[in-house]
């Protein structure tokens, strides 16, 4: 029995005739796959298949130029399809076509590797097990909205402002005797910066990237404490530009050129994962410590994140929710706490270095914009280079907050967003069975002529004057945080981390590129990253002083 269907196999065959059923097999699939794709419902434009891949494209690297360049040839009738690791796809390159699939709750379908990953019940982002989503989401979301509540923000401004003087310090050492200028990669800073604010912000103990990194380009020790950190960087780096060998189909997964990707992918999850689920041990044991010795009132306490999730739903959780479904009401475990955390490390932190990084290349390009933005911040703050922004300072830089969403527009972050759809559904004018995925393009959509005049140029008004340049054209022409039940959850601390950070960079430093031909530099998968951004910084106590 042990045999299984092994028995059935004769034990003459030879490997000519194995080889043989083999392509027998190949060529029916190579037969099936053409049959489907030319009796398909609705067929659109697009590139050509390839059985199994879709494209060799996706395996190149830069998936966001690929997707660019595709805009431009099939875009133009806001709908076209491609097929991605062997199903098909429909793109949307029009607002219009995109409210229909915005209602839909599920991201991915079920047929890649998320949950070899242990992804695909976990977190948010990724999740695509609807129950398991909406307990993670009804709990992250408040707890993630509750770090800009009026209780704890003030926490949050002066974590940041402290961070921040901490890490201008270590470029003022840097800067070379007799120059007036500091030259670093902005990138590699911000990247730390962010992970040492969330990590903050999660359990109330910083990391020590921007230390680590700091001692590293001094080449001074360092502490394994501040190793370990950096680890923690390269782990959610790594997972950010490699991260589409998670969506392959399983059938080739085993195959020579991708199996060593997907096997270097899961190690660096599972030491993530290991280091996720430690600080959560950690943050337990405190907790319960704080409990048994009766010296923590939840209620009175400003929480951080980790507290929030590992307290919901306990008999110690200062709101708890009324009259919910009681597979709801239970608390999370470990495992599920990691996957949020995971979320907000990962998909969080990306997408606001990245912007961040955006921003400041596009300020660099526009120096009307960078006058405009440094007289607001002057208007703010007067020649006061070193008080601590706070969030009231936060609502009155308006102009701020339209370079930001500019800066997305123009070169968003989330340039595809995906809705799979498990019923029916009509988009574009086109009927649809259920099992399709959308992906809507924003990049495309976003710098389209028919939603936005000039959509090439850098016009932070366009969000700002009522008066302005323009008024958004449609609706959905531009979702910087997606919309539906989908909807970014960290929109509010996103904003507030990046203004505060933007201002206090263009408060204390001039900035500019250090070449101004570069093009962005950055690598996409499914998910945006920029490698590298070289820039000037010139302390603004020198220009008073001079
Ligand atoms: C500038 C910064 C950010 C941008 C541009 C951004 C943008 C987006 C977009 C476009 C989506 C997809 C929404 C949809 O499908 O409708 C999304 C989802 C998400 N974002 Fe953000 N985000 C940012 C910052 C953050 C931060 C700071 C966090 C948390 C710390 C966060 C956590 C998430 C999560 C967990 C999801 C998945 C939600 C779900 O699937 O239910 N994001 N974000």
């Known amino acids: 029995m042990k045999m299984g269907l092994l028995h059935l196999i004769p034990r003459d065959l030879k490997p000519a005739d194995i080889f043989i059923a083999f392509l027998f097999m190949t060529f029916l699939y190579i037969l099936h796959f053409y049959y489907k794709h030319f009796t398909r419902v609705n067929p659109l434009p697009g590139p050509f298949p390839i059985p199994l891949i879709g494209s060799f494209d996706i395996f190149k690297g830069d998936i966001d130029a690929w997707f660019y360049r595709l805009n431009k040839e099939y875009g133009h009738e806001g709908v076209y399809e491609l097929t991605i690791a062997g199903k098909r796809q429909i793109v949307i390159t029009h607002a219009e076509h995109i409210e229909s699939i915005l209602r839909h709750v599920t991201r991915t379908a079920n047929d890649g590797l998320l949950d070899l990953f242990d992804l695909d019940k976990k977190g948010l982002a990724l999740n695509h097990d609807y129950n398991h989503w909406k307990f993670n989401r009804r709990i992250f979301s408040p707890a993630i909205m509750s770090l800009t509540s009026l209780n704890y923000s003030p926490k949050l401004s002066q974590i940041e402002n402290v961070l921040f003087d901490e890490m201008s310090k270590y470029w003022i050492d840097l800067k070379q005797k007799h120059e007036d200028v500091i030259i670093i990669d902005m990138a590699a800073w911000a990247r730390?910066?962010?992970?040492?604010?969330?990590?903050?912000?999660?359990?109330?103990?910083?990391?020590?990237?921007?230390?680590?990194?700091?001692?590293?380009?001094?080449?001074?020790?360092?502490?394994?404490?501040?190793?370990?950190?950096?680890?923690?960087?390269?782990?959610?780096?790594?997972?950010?530009?490699?991260?589409?060998?998670?969506?392959?189909?399983?059938?080739?997964?085993?195959?020579?050129?991708?199996?060593?990707?997907?096997?270097?992918?899961?190690?660096?999850?599972?030491?993530?994962?290991?280091?996720?689920?430690?600080?959560?041990?950690?943050?337990?044991?405190?907790?319960?410590?704080?409990?048994?010795?009766?010296?923590?009132?939840?209620?009175?306490?400003?929480?951080?994140?980790?507290?929030?999730?590992?307290?919901?739903?306990?008999?110690?959780?200062?709101?708890?929710?009324?009259?919910?479904?009681?597979?709801?009401?239970?608390?999370?475990?470990?495992?599920?706490?990691?996957?949020?955390?995971?979320?907000?490390?990962?998909?969080?932190?990306?997408?606001?270095?990245?912007?961040?990084?955006?921003?400041?290349?596009?300020?660099?390009?526009?120096?009307?914009?960078?006058?405009?933005?440094?007289?607001?911040?002057?208007?703010?703050?007067?020649?006061?280079?070193?008080?601590?922004?706070?969030?009231?300072?936060?609502?009155?830089?308006?102009?701020?907050?339209?370079?930001?969403?500019?800066?997305?527009?123009?070169?968003?972050?989330?340039?595809?967003?995906t809705r799979y759809c498990n019923q029916p559904e009509e988009v574009a004018g086109y009927k649809w069975p259920k099992d399709m995925i959308f992906i809507m393009y924003s990049r495309g959509i976003n710098n389209s002529s028919l939603y936005w005049e000039n959509p090439e140029k850098f016009i932070p008004e366009r969000h700002y004057e009522p008066q302005g340049v323009e008024r958004q054209q449609h609706k959905n022409s531009f979702l910087m945080f997606g919309k539906g039940p989908r909807l970014c959850p960290g929109r509010k601390l996103a904003m507030v981390e990046l203004k505060t950070l933007i201002t206090l960079v263009y408060r204390k430093f001039d900035v500019e590129l250090v070449d101004m031909q570069a093009p962005l530099n950055v690598e996409t998968s499914t998910f945006t990253f920029i490698k590298e951004l070289n820039i000037k910084l010139i302390p603004r106590e020198l220009k008073i002083h001079s």
Do not use: W
């Not at 001074?220 to 960087?233: A, G």
């Not at 590992?310 to 929710?321: A, K, L, Y």
């Not at 990691?338 to 300020?363: E, H, K, Q």
């Open 192 to 417: 730390r910066f962010i992970c040492d604010f969330t990590s903050y912000l999660t359990t109330e103990k910083r990391s020590n990237t921007i230390h680590y990194y700091h001692r590293k380009l001094k080449n001074e020790v360092v502490t394994k404490e501040m190793i370990e950190s950096e680890e923690f960087i390269e782990n959610i780096k790594f997972f950010v530009s490699d991260n589409q060998f998670a969506f392959i189909p399983k059938l080739i997964k085993g195959l020579p050129f991708i199996k060593n990707r997907v096997k270097r992918l899961l190690d660096n999850n599972h030491s993530f994962y290991k280091r996720l689920e430690e600080i959560v041990r950690k943050k337990r044991k405190e907790i319960e410590k704080n409990i048994n010795n009766n010296d923590y009132d939840f209620k009175s306490k400003q929480l951080d994140l980790l507290t929030s999730l590992i307290i919901t739903n306990t008999p110690h959780d200062p709101q708890p929710q009324k009259n919910i479904d009681p597979s709801l009401s239970r608390p999370m475990t470990d495992a599920e706490i990691r996957g949020v955390l995971f979320d907000a490390f990962v998909i969080g932190a990306d997408t606001t270095v990245n912007t961040f990084c955006f921003v400041l290349y596009y300020v660099s390009h526009n120096p009307n914009v960078k006058k405009k933005l440094f007289e607001e911040i002057k208007s703010v703050f007067n020649d006061d280079l070193n008080r601590h922004v706070t969030i009231s300072d936060l609502e009155k830089l308006k102009y701020c907050e339209a370079i930001i969403k500019e800066a997305v527009r123009i070169r968003p972050t989330v340039s595809l967003n």
